[in-house]
């Protein structure tokens, strides 16, 4: 089976940084994804972590450890654009496994 | 840039009609899937094909069917709807990971179904 775990809610001020952790226990393991869903609309793609270590990509960095089944999500200096929610999904071939999301609000 | 396209942001059907949900994408994508997403539950995944008239369940199959008769079309149907599906319901294609690796999927902008 699949367990995919991430905090339900986080706010945080304008500036600032979060981290947004998921764990997860999954019956296969091909990658890590992380998708950002503002309300209303579609998921839309922002990191793929497949080994362990941190991948960063301008404001936000991924990190993963294969053997902890761990993930983080790093947001930097945060707007208020990055109000939104953010999934954690594993991948098992062409098959994703997603957690509930995390919803973060920015604060002014 | 990639497009998945769904035939209708809000729909409302009553009980026991017969609801088609269509999902085009135009980048050849091998795989197309049909997801659910209801509020604290996350997305889960209904049914998913990997190539024309290819199909596989997936988390969630009850009450639902597909159909993928063309390669860029992939059609959830829901045979008798009830009120437990009123939700959010998006559409994904992936290609296969070829030189990329990966499995990155682009998703459709939704459709909200009610049940009434």
């Known amino acids: 089976g699949q367990n995919i ?23 296969g393991f091909n990658g890590l994804f992380w998708y950002q869903q503002h309300a209303g609309e579609a998921p839309t793609f922002l990191s793929y972590n497949v080994l362990d270590g941190l991948e960063e990509k301008g404001r ?23 109000s939104a ?3 954690c ?12 999301g995390t919803t973060v609000t920015v604060r002014a | 840039d990639v497009k998945v396209t769904q035939s209708s942001r809000y729909l409302v059907k009553r009980t026991g009609e017969k609801v088609f949900l269509e999902c085009v994408q135009d980048m050849d994508h091998e795989n197309m899937f049909w997801y659910r997403q209801d509020p604290g539950l996350g997305l889960r995944l ?12 997936g988390d969630i199959p009850e009450g639902y069917s597909v159909s993928r008769e063309k390669k860029e079309r992939f059609s959830l149907i829901l045979e008798s709807a009830s009120t437990n599906q009123t939700s959010m319901y998006l559409c ?7 030189t990329s690796g990966t499995w990155e999927q682009y998703f459709g902008p939704g459709t909200r179904l009610t049940v009434t």
């Open chain 1, 5 to 27: 775990d991430q905090p339900t809610e986080m706010t945080a001020t304008e500036g600032a940084i979060v981290q947004i952790n998921c764990t997860y226990q999954t019956s």
């Open chain 1, 60 to 82: 936000f960095s991924s990190f993963l450890s294969r053997s902890k089944g761990y993930s983080y999500l790093l947001l930097k200096e945060l707007q208020m654009k990055d």
């Open chain 1, 85 to 87: 929610s953010y999934l």
């Open chain 1, 89 to 100: 999904a594993v991948s098992n071939d062409y098959k994703l496994s997603f957690g509930a």
């Open chain 2, 46 to 57: 209904i049914y998913f094909s990997y190539d024309v008239k290819m199909k596989e369940k």
């Open chain 2, 92 to 98: 994904a294609s992936s290609p296969s990971p070829g």
